[in-house]
């Protein structure tokens, strides 16, 4: 099967505004309603190869690069982010089969997940969250004990992929094991429903028992001891795919706002004229802009550079997660009450969803604390002048029409080593195009001191009598700051071609970018940068009049009825 491109899967999927449409939006409020599980949308999603993207091709899959997985997947969830799970729970026993799996383990894995089946992924534990090293499950003479919580798809799976705890101390304690459930016994399986969230309603989530559950010879994965190693790299791809849920949510909330600004007259003049919903529509468009460069950048900066995603990809995750949030907030400013009625024309009972469903994918696979403190105590060796990386890698991360090398996911690792391939030689960059930059001067080189006093301010935090929130209010800085040199390198690194909409070359969208990321990582209201930002906001409108998704590279959407 050939890979299913975004445009193709918007025709399949028919206009999502549409009521009558069984995968649009009316639907996905409907579902939200009874708790209900996608399964039309996901079973039609599967019919045409969707959950194949992220399946590498020797599995069976259409994986040809995680930037188009990521365009395709937010394209879908831009509907019902609920699709994700639905179709996509597997990606995390997937990988980890991947990095340290059998070859039999894999092609199993693989067939049950080509016939669209799940491999489901059993981590966490209700009383020990994300500190994992206390985790209790055991695997001990041939059988498991204990209990798993919060497990994507539990109760349809087809196999487990479990962490279990085989030893008494540190990493080495955990061992895992790829469980297939038909023919386990109900009394030494216990499947039953995770207690219910707010957001995300009727996905399949699942507290797994275990009760002397047999484990038949050569389940072992790997290694006895390497089972948490495996689950903490192959997390990095996880958080990676999850930001795609975040912008499909932030695309539906930006595009409804502006649906009704745009409609919504006050005297003369649209309510995008207005100002003060002008400047909350310029925030969100910034945020969203911002979000898509970072995401886009990650997507593609795995391919290249993996070693360096035990921190790359949390800090994107926490930067697209949390603008996310905020965009929904001031989109929900210009909506007023129309963004808290459950019925009546113009999307009533959506908004609200995608404010409950962005709450949970802020914290699905880790808190915003656990995923800042993870590499907290990575910062120095990133800001403290190791090795430098290639520039030529770097060039090629962020030219968006330059191929890319094969994923390879026993390449990620456990402690980024070296300088950070995003912020080293920031300065010099700066100077190369100070010259061209325009409005986006001034921002660019407040990024470049601001990155520059990184050091400092993480040997600061790890001073003996520091603020204990220190290291990681740093580590929430130094995500924000490497977020906007993200968006500097993807301009650098196309000013040929049009990103946004935009003209080539154009500086309005960076600048807009640069302005509300700076001021996240200062801790500022980012609309006391209001014109910076307006530029966003003149290119969501071109993008939503041209039925075009909010993306550096931007897709057509499916016609209109």
Same mark, same amino acid.
């Given at each position: ?18 009521d009558?449409n ?16 996608p399964?039309?949308? %996901? ?30 997947v ?11 799970? $639905? ?12 990095? !340290? ?8 894995a ?20 994300? #500190? ?21 798809? $539990?109760?349809? %799976? ?11 101390r ?25 207690p ?6 009727g ?15 050569g ?25 795609a ?5 932030? #695309? ?6 502006l ?9 003369r ?6 100002? !003060? ?6 925030v ?15 997507? *593609? ?28 907030? !001031? %989109? $929900? ?17 959506l ?38 990386p #290639? ?8 030219t968006?029409d ?21 912020l ?20 660019? *080189? ?35 700051? !490497?977020?906007?040199? %993200? ?35 200062d ?30 590279l ?6 209109p009825?």
């Amino acid at each position: 099967m050939s890979a299913l491109t975004p445009e193709a899967l918007e025709e399949r999927l028919g206009d999502p505004a549409d009521d009558a449409n069984p995968y649009g939006f009316a639907a996905a409020v409907a579902r939200d309603e009874q708790d209900a599980f996608p399964e039309a949308l %996901c079973a039609e999603l599967v019919r045409a190869g969707f959950h194949l993207n992220y399946l590498p091709k020797e599995w069976g899959g259409t994986l040809e690069s995680f930037d188009r997985s990521l365009t395709l997947v937010r394209s879908a969830a831009r509907r019902d982010v609920n699709i994700m799970p $639905g179709t996509m729970f597997s990606i995390i026993a997937a990988t980890c089969l991947q990095l !340290h799996g059998s070859l039999e383990q894999q092609q199993r894995a693989a067939a049950i997940l080509r016939a669209g089946g799940a491999v489901a992924f059993a981590l966490t534990e209700a009383e020990h969250g994300s #500190d994992l090293l206390t985790n209790e499950v055991r695997l001990a003479d041939g059988v498991l004990n204990g209990e798993k919580w919060m497990v994507g798809l $539990g109760l349809r %799976c087809d196999a487990v992929y479990v962490v279990a705890r085989t030893g008494e101390r540190g990493p080495g304690a955990f061992s895992a094991v790829l469980l297939e459930t038909a023919g386990v016994p109900a009394d030494r399986l216990e499947r039953v429903p995770a207690p219910r969230t707010g957001g995300m309603r009727g996905i399949d989530l699942a507290t797994l028992r275990f009760h002397d559950t047999p484990v038949p010879a050569g389940a072992l994965v790997g290694r006895e001891g390497e089972g948490l190693e495996a689950a903490v790299k192959a997390q990095q791809t996880v958080r990676l795919m999850s930001m795609a849920g975040s912008l499909g949510i932030a #695309d539906t909330a930006v595009r409804l706002a502006l649906d009704f600004a745009t409609a919504r007259r006050i005297g003369r003049a649209p309510l995008t004229e207005a100002p !003060h919903s002008r400047r909350e529509l310029a925030v969100a468009a910034s945020a969203l802009l911002a979000a898509d460069a970072v995401a886009l950048s990650a997507a *593609r900066g795995v391919h290249v550079v993996p070693e360096a995603f035990s921190v790359w990809a949390l800090a994107a995750k926490h930067v697209v997660a949390e603008a996310a949030d905020d965009l929904i907030r !001031h %989109c $929900g400013s210009v909506l007023a009450t129309r963004s808290v009625l459950r019925e009546g024309p113009g999307g009533a009972g959506l908004f609200q969803k995608l404010q409950r469903d962005s709450g949970v994918v802020r914290v699905i696979d880790a808190s915003t604390l656990a995923n800042l403190r993870s590499y907290a105590g990575q910062l120095p060796t990133l800001t403290e002048g190791g090795a430098r990386p #290639d520039p030529d890698a770097v060039r090629t991360v962020f030219t968006l029409d330059a191929p890319l090398p094969p994923y390879e996911p026993a390449r990620l690792d456990m402690f980024a080593r070296g300088s950070d391939p995003v912020l080293a030689g920031l300065h010099d960059t700066v100077d190369a195009v100070a010259g061209d930059l325009g409005a986006a001067a001034a921002p660019v *080189r407040r990024l470049a001191d601001a990155a520059a006093a990184l050091g400092d301010l993480t040997r600061a935090a790890r001073r003996p009598g520091a603020d204990p929130n220190a290291l990681a209010d740093a580590a929430e800085r130094y995500a924000w700051l !490497h977020a906007a040199a %993200c968006c500097l390198h993807l301009w650098c690194a196309n000013r040929e071609r049009s990103l946004y909409g935009t003209e080539p070359g154009s500086t309005g969208w960076l600048g807009a970018a640069l302005g509300y990321l700076l001021a996240r990582a200062d801790g500022t209201d980012p609309r006391r940068h209001g014109e910076l930002l307006t530029p966003a906001l003149d290119a969501a409108l071109a993008l939503r009049d041209g039925n075009r998704l909010f993306t550096a590279l931007p897709v057509r959407l499916a016609t209109p009825r």
